[in-house]
């Protein structure tokens, strides 16, 4: 009867000069690996003394029982420091080379938690507790910045406000006129069909004069702004971030928030204004089409209506809602940006979230508006 093989060791250890040796023997491929593990940890590894590691003596190398060899020498507290080389093919070199690269490596996606309601809730409430943290910081950040630009002005960026501001401003007029003349039109004829039942069409001409100038025009002008401007300042930012633009600029001894932020911060606050102001003038242009054609109000008659109903302090309400609604978007939009981590995901995620957070916050602010507005008696 034939007696067993014995089986091979895969691994001696020995000492030379005082200093631990192993030695690699065999063929070391995918199908041993089972075999390689246990071996290894027989030997209990200690990182204590530098190690020598001799290749001389191997007859194949694979990935599979590379990675093993790696992973249980890191396992055991062993840098790449700590390890020497010693008689390796530079094929196997090669090999176990490419498998410390790919062990440094990332992984491109986390496992996939599956959370319960609960702890879903929980998590969306810290992440938005985190969230705001992120923009109350962020906004200290730059009032500190501008205040610093109060005692040297000659420090303010003018070109790169007046660029911002021909973007944000200047290019945004058409779809804004557009779509608050749409809305001017929708909202006449919906109140007109109601109107023509009681014979008071003519007050049409009242409730588009309020309704645009006080909270359409502001809202529509700011969501359009947030998902125009906003987007594309997070994507402008968050791609410097990405190709490290950020850090050369504080590496020239500038600061980002100088240079990035505040010019897109106050060509916003001016340009919203602007852009309500045109919104109202588009939608009451699109009342008295509507008015005039479909309700058989006179143009006269119908701007007469306006000039009645529309008192300043109506318009001035409107047009001082715009700064503060372009101060947020701004440093949401620039926040977000610059919260943007080194890979395109996170750049997509941000901007993203910048236009709904904007769209909320717009909102909400609008309603706080009207509450105390409503209470003061304006």
Known sequence: MDEPLPSPKWIERRVEDGRPVLCLTGVWRLAHVEGIANRLRELRL???EPLLLDGSRLEALDTAAGFIL??????AGYTRALVTPRGFD???EQVLALVLDRMATAPSAAHTVHLGL????GAAVLGLLRLLK?????VGVVTLELASLVRRPGRFRHRETVSQFEAVCIDAVPIVALVNFLIGVVIAYVLGVQAQRYGATLFVADGIALGISRELSPILSSVLVAGRSGAAFTAQI????VEEEIDAISTLG???IQVLVIPRLVALMVALPLLVFVGDVAGIAGGLLVGTSLLDIAPQVFMERVHAALEVRHFVVGLAKAPVFAAIVAIIACGMGLMVSRDARSLGANTTSTVVQCIVWVIVLDAVFAVAFQRLGI
């Open 46 to 48: 200690d990182s204590r």
């Open 70 to 75: 790696l992973k249980h020498l890191a396992g």
């Open 90 to 92: 530079p094929r196997y």
């Open 254 to 256: 500038l600061s980002p």
């Open 118 to 121: 609960v702890q879903r809730v």
């Open 238 to 241: 968050g791609t410097m971030k």
């Open 134 to 138: 992120a923009h109350v910081n962020f």
